[in-house]
């Protein structure tokens, strides 16, 4: 977008996260909503919420002038904060997309944008005790000074894009922990679930050879298709070091997919609605593959550490 847009938009909206933004690739591969009849709203204990209509209609009046700009309203919820309704809406132009938050006031009169965040002393204490039940596969020290849990989804473009940073940051990190939480987007990706199942088998058996078989699929991320999808990730597990022989055979099982589930389930119970969500020692990190530069995550972690305890 040109300057003007920008300007005009972030004077429309304060959507100032959005114009600078829109012009990367997607930092987030987001959820899909509950299944819910479109523009229709639902009650809450702070009233009812805005419908798809009412939004999509604001959305016109604010941006409908833009011709290089479509956006789709995904989801509408009750928000975290106690009298307000939130909206995820995915923006795109001829330069990418971005996913923004629009909150709306109970009377519904008023919207901003932007990121609620934790606040107190202590700002991602409930988040991190939350975290202590990550049981994905892991790298780094039992005893590390930060945990970083990754909630991914081995489809996700984001997430593909991600992993070299989160790679490096580990190299350079030695007291750190990894865990991946598998959190697959089904609705969108078709063949993230039986990816996801394979993580869990192969993560049971072979922590060292899970962490290959991760980074070879998100290599070959493109070759891989609904059709062709246990022929691929059996073949990486092959290469991996792992036996795809047991691994599809423990793939099939019905506890398996309760396992992937209840991962799913724990992701939900922190807020997640898109992939990659890092967390690092409860710090939640969006956009690791293009919004957020890795410096600055490589400080907070040197900053967690450095204040380890404190």
Not at 140 to 167: H, M, S, W, Y
Not at 169 to 191: C, D, S, T, Y
């Amino acid at each position: 977008m040109n300057r003007c847009t920008v300007v005009l938009m972030t004077a429309a909206l304060a959507l100032a996260s959005l114009c600078a933004n829109a012009q990367q690739p997607p930092a987030t591969t987001l959820k899909p909503p509950a299944k819910t009849a479109p523009g229709v709203s639902s009650a809450n204990s702070q009233g009812s919420l805005p419908s798809e209509a009412t939004f999509n209609a604001f959305l016109k009046h604010m941006f409908g002038w833009n011709q290089d700009l479509t956006w789709k309203v995904v989801d509408i919820k009750p928000s975290e904060a106690a009298g307000l309704s939130e909206a995820a809406v995915v923006f795109n132009t001829p330069q990418g997309q971005q996913v923004t938050r629009i909150y709306v006031t109970a009377d519904q009169k008023h919207a901003f944008t932007g990121d609620l965040v934790p606040f107190g002393a202590d700002p991602f204490a409930v988040d991190r005790e939350l975290l202590k039940g990550a049981n994905g596969p892991s790298q780094g020290p039992r005893d590390a000074v930060i945990t970083i849990v990754e909630f991914g989804d081995l489809q996700c473009p984001a997430c593909k894009a991600a992993q070299p940073n989160i790679t490096r940051l580990m190299q350079e990190e030695p007291k750190a922990r990894l865990v991946f939480q598998n959190f697959p987007l089904e609705g969108i990706h078709k063949w993230a679930l039986p990816g996801a199942k394979y993580v869990e088998c192969l993560g049971q058996t072979n922590n060292d050879a899970v962490w290959k078989f991760i980074a070879a699929v998100y290599e070959h991320q493109a070759e891989v298709n609904e059709q062709n999808v246990d022929q691929m990730l059996k073949g990486y597990v092959k290469d991996a070091g792992g036996d795809p022989d047991a691994i599809a055979a423990c793939v099939a099982k019905p506890e398996t997919a309760k396992r992937v589930a209840d991962s799913v389930a724990f992701g939900e119970k922190l807020n997640i609605t898109s992939t990659p969500t890092f967390f690092l020692n409860g710090r939640r990190i969006l956009g690791l593959s293009s919004n957020i530069p890795y410096d600055a995550v490589k400080s907070m972690a040197d900053f967690e550490i450095a204040n380890a305890g404190k």
